[in-house]
């Protein structure tokens, strides 16, 4: 299949979606504008805003305003459809707390069309300390391997297509049953060594879901796979999975891809098996997604945007 024409991938009718905050008030004057959109440190905030027909091509942008008064900018992920816009701004683990401001403007002109004021919050990360984490000493040619294999991953992020196919909501890549799909390392847990190790300190950008070994893996969107790495030395079997407006997910240590480069997908689909491929301790699935650049919380990501 040609990959590009698969990913301008047809529209399909909305589902309703958890939205987390909707409106109608224009209003470009923040200090007047008393709703505060609240959101954690690597949540994603989901915006809807009703009755919205642009007439020329908009920028949704996040400011920060900073402290010695200059601004910092961010684009957010939208779609237009139905007369609503769908807004998605992604925040990272380590985003300083505070107030911004979600700004959609007329791109030309650079005339306000509305905004609204957020507020993020402190996320208090989980710290997890273990002997297992540590740096690992490796070879120059797995270091090479290692080199290879992020730079395939990067380069999957670049086949992105306009999509909006997000708007058709998310599931759970193994839904909940006893003790399967429970998680067991969350997203932004800091893992710090212990004994010589203790200066060792990562943050864990997946969420950790257990399961057994060969247990299905779905698709938690309609989209396109746009990668499916053979084992790579740390995500072992890897798929990634574009949903269109630079939202990717990923399934890494799977014991077996079960979908090839190229096809399209569908929410809910099965595209593997659980395993403990590459630097994994036991079988588990390390989900990750990815908005605009940023890894953020996936289960949060999930709840948000649910399918129903
Ligand atoms: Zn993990």
């Known amino acids: 299949m040609n990959l590009k024409s698969a990913f301008f991938m047809a529209l399909v009718v909305l589902s309703s979606l958890g939205a987390s905050a909707s409106g109608t008030a224009i209003d470009c004057d923040a200090n007047k504008n008393k709703e505060l959109l609240r959101i954690k440190q690597g949540e994603t905030l989901f915006y809807k805003q009703i009755n919205f027909v642009s007439t020329t091509d908009i920028s949704v942008q996040l400011e920060k305003r ?4 200059s601004k910092e900018i961010r684009n957010g992920v939208f779609f237009e459809k139905d007369s609503a816009l769908y807004v998605l701004l992604p925040f990272q ?16 002109s650079g005339k306000c069309l509305f905004e609204k004021q957020v507020v993020l919050v402190k996320n208090p990360f989980p710290v997890h300390r273990s002997r297992s984490w540590k740096k690992v000493e490796v070879s120059e040619k797995t270091q090479e391997k290692i080199d290879a294999e992020k730079s ?27 003790t399967i799909g429970m998680v067991t390392h969350p997203f932004g847990e800091i893992r710090k060594g212990r004994g010589k190790n203790s200066k060792y300190v990562r943050i864990h950008f997946g969420v950790d879901l257990r399961a057994p070994q060969g247990y299905p893996v ?10 499916v790495g053979e084992r790579y030395v740390a995500e072992g079997n890897l798929t990634v999975i574009s949903h269109g ?64």
């Open 66 to 69: 900073t402290e010695d008064g």
């Open 93 to 108: 683990v380590n985003d300083v707390p505070g107030k911004y401001v979600l700004k959609v403007t007329e791109r030309d």
């Open 152 to 178: 395939a991953i990067r380069a999957s992020y670049l086949m992105n297509g306009a999509g909006g196919s997000w708007l058709n909501g998310f599931g759970l890549p193994i839904e909940r049953n006893g």
């Open 218 to 227: 779905k698709s938690i969107g309609d989209g396109v796979v746009v990668l």
């Open 245 to 308: 407006n630079d939202i990717f997910s990923l399934y890494l240590h799977q014991s077996s891809v079960d979908v090839k480069e190229g096809e399209k997908v569908l929410a809910g689909q099965v595209i593997g098996k659980v395993g403990e491929t590459g630097a994994a301790f036991g079988p588990h699935l390390d989900l990750r997604i990815r908005v605009n650049g940023v890894f953020i919380d996936p289960i949060q990501f999930i709840k948000t945007l649910h399918k129903n």
